[in-house]
């Protein structure tokens, strides 16, 4: 009889050697997931301060952190709450699963588990969290496995940024952002034990939901450290009367929608693993700048609302403030309300420009000799159009017109009729090829040319004005500085300018865009205590308003209009929609920024002259004007 039980048991010992042999070799391959660890991961976008703007990510919100970043107290509370013997089994712990084996058997179902931390890592990342026997088998069998190619400090590392946190956090640092806005090495004892707690039930110890749950688990964490005695009867008190102030987030953290889309967009061919990369993106915007344009915005857009209070919903507006001298872009907003519209009016919407094309044009007239005194024809003409079949008469928004007029008055007033006969002067050909040289798209080859009868994007345009803004060099806008990938490398972006003009021909126009604010279409925009420059845009049947304008250090170029290309209410110009939004950003902006230059530096090779008791700026190319206009009879492209 002995010999058959012992032969029974020999084959059942053989037979459970045979099973686990054979599920370890079925299984075996799945460890190195665990060993080769590489999790999706969040991106994020910054500010050029540093400070966050979004989260991007697919299915899990996870920003990852190395163990040498993870403090001891972390590491600490964790193994005192879940694996005490952590750093002495060998991926399972034989007692407690002996222990809990006895529990259940006589419970008759399931109700303790023995799992160490590697198990936990191999159930979270490996397995489903079904309680069967066969489950807990391979669970087992790849903990031994993970444990014997792993050190401690690796599969600490991996479980701290694997398992769930709750609220749609994945790994300790995303908790800890998103629940307290810290960094691991800035948290209390409490918010640590809280955080440390979680991984047993997510949910209902989530502390922006359920706080009186998730500080009853806190305390249990202090109690299990002070009973250790790994913290002293001071901390474990002072700890137990803490409670933290929690953040209840969106996981995105979106705070500036409109910049994060563009970002996306810009990136997301180029980085195909964009949202599951982990990339850290640093952008030229700065918040608070950002924060203020669309409060700006919004200002303007009341204004015009509060004037017209029948008008339709498809009104909105756009406003981007770039760095002069840099192009990097402060702030871009591209739309009035984001939760209404997402789409980005800034970047995607091409809008004709109107009087706000201006300024190139008569750039153009000064560096074919004109001046700022130089007298041109302000007088009505009729144009014979032979494609639509019918005469074409422009005419001024005063439907007035003056004669002969200085070409700063011409500008200063914003004169249409003075413009074409600008253009008449200087040749179609000269103007339509100098507008293409300094990029301009669509530009029509006829006359309207003057009146800026194309598109152009708001974004796009404040590119063209660092012309005048920077002196002469045209810059590009910049968006992102720089992206850093989880290995820490790092793509940097920087600056790029065109020189197209000498600092003293872009001078004349800077001299001539102030008198605009001063005593022209762009009155306001005025700002007691520093020098301010820009040019109103108005287009027919004021479908569209500009503002684009510019201090010693920013531009800013605001832009109002309906989406669907219908009429504001009459005499919405851009001196009256979109200038006050400009006023506003730079006054606030130099509460912000009081160090910001206040007066626009006059360059070498610029002198003055006076005509008819007026001063005049000129230069060895823009000089007095003697008898008649300049000279336009050469081919010179800027």
Same mark, same amino acid.
């Given at each position: ?57 697919? *299915? ?22 879940? =694996? ?105 004892? /409490? ?8 991984? *047993? ?42 409670? $933290?102030?929690? !953040? =209840? ?44 344009? /669309? ?23 756009? #406003? ?11 702030? #871009? ?41 130089? *007298? ?11 494609? &639509? ?55 029509? !080859? ?35 500085? *720089? ?27 800077? =001299? ?51 989406? =669907? ?28 920024? $009081? ?12 002198? &003055? ?30």
């Amino acid at each position: 009889m002995l010999k058959y039980i012992i032969s029974f048991i020999f084959i059942v010992v053989i037979g459970v050697f045979a099973f686990l042999l054979k599920t370890y070799s079925d299984i075996r391959f799945e460890a190195y997931k665990v060993i080769n660890y590489e999790p999706d991961l969040t991106t994020r976008i910054f500010d050029r301060n540093g400070k966050l703007i979004a989260n991007i990510f697919g *299915k899990h919100n996870r920003v990852y952190v190395k163990y040498k970043d993870i403090p001891p107290r972390v590491i600490e509370s964790l193994v005192a709450i879940e =694996d005490t013997l952590f750093f002495e089994h060998s991926g399972i712990n034989l007692e407690a699963i002996f222990r809990a084996a006895i529990k259940d058997i006589k419970a008759m179902k399931f109700v303790e588990g023995a799992s160490t931390l590697t198990q936990q890592l191999i159930k979270d990342t490996l397995l489903t969290r079904n309680k069967t026997i066969l489950r807990k088998i391979k669970e087992a069998l790849l903990a031994i496995r993970v444990d014997s190619a792993l050190t401690k400090e690796q599969i600490i590392e991996r479980y701290l940024n694997q398992v769930y946190f709750g609220h749609g956090y994945y790994g300790i640092k995303t908790a800890a952002l998103g629940y307290f806005h810290k960094e691991l090495n800035e948290l209390s004892l /409490k918010e640590i034990a809280i955080l440390v707690g979680l991984p *047993k039930a997510p949910s209902a110890y989530n502390p922006a939901k359920h706080m009186d749950l998730s500080l009853a688990r806190a305390n249990m964490v202090l109690d299990r450290l002070y009973k250790l005695g790994w913290i002293d009867a001071k901390q474990y008190e002072k700890s137990l009367n803490e409670r $933290p102030l929690v !953040y =209840d987030d969106t996981l995105t953290q979106n705070v500036a929608p409109y910049v994060t889309d563009e970002v996306v967009k810009r990136l997301s061919k180029k980085y195909k693993d964009l949202k599951t990369g982990g990339y850290k993106i640093y952008t030229t915007i700065d918040l608070d700048e950002q924060f203020l344009a /669309k409060k700006a915005l919004k200002f303007g857009y009341d204004g015009i609302i509060k004037r017209d209070k029948d008008i339709n919903s498809t009104l909105n507006g756009a #406003m981007v403030v770039m760095d002069n001298h840099t192009g990097e872009v402060l702030a #871009m907003v591209g739309g009035v309300d984001y939760k209404k519209s997402s789409f980005n009016r800034a970047t995607q919407s091409k809008r004709q420009p109107g009087s706000s094309i201006k300024p190139f044009i008569y750039q153009i007239a000064l560096n074919y000799g004109y001046s700022e005194a130089t *007298k041109i024809a302000d007088i009505s003409r009729v144009y014979e159009d032979k494609i &639509k079949n019918k005469d074409w008469k422009p005419r001024n928004y005063e439907n007035n017109f003056e004669g002969l007029i200085t070409l700063e008055d011409a500008l200063v007033h914003s004169r249409n009729l003075a413009t074409i006969n600008l253009v008449n002067d200087l040749g179609l050909e000269n103007v339509y090829k100098n507008l293409k040289f300094l990029g301009f798209k669509g530009v029509p !080859y006829d006359l309207s040319i003057a009146l800026g009868s194309f598109g152009v994007s708001p974004y796009e345009f404040a590119g063209k004005y660092t012309l005048f803004s920077n002196y002469g060099e045209m810059m590009k806008p910049l968006l992102i500085k *720089k992206i850093v990938n989880r290995f820490r490398d790092m793509e940097i972006y920087k600056p790029q300018g065109k020189k197209i003009n000498e600092p003293k021909q872009a001078y004349l126009m800077i =001299d001539i865009l102030k008198n605009v604010v001063l005593r022209g279409t762009g009155r306001n925009a005025r700002i007691k205590g520093i020098e301010t420059a820009g040019k109103t845009g108005t287009t027919n049947n004021y479908i569209d308003a500009w503002f684009c304008g510019f201090t010693p250090d920013i531009e800013v170029i605001t832009w109002y209009g309906h989406d =669907d290309n219908t009429p504001m209410k009459r005499r919405e110009t851009g001196g009256r929609a979109a200038a006050p939004a400009f006023n506003y950003f730079v006054s606030n902006y130099l509460a912000i920024h $009081p160090e910001t230059k206040r007066e626009f530096k006059i360059p070498k090779g610029v002198d &003055k002259f006076v005509k008819d008791g007026k001063t005049y700026y000129f230069t060895d190319i823009s000089k007095p004007p003697k008898e008649g206009n300049g000279d336009s009879s050469s081919k010179l492209i800027f």
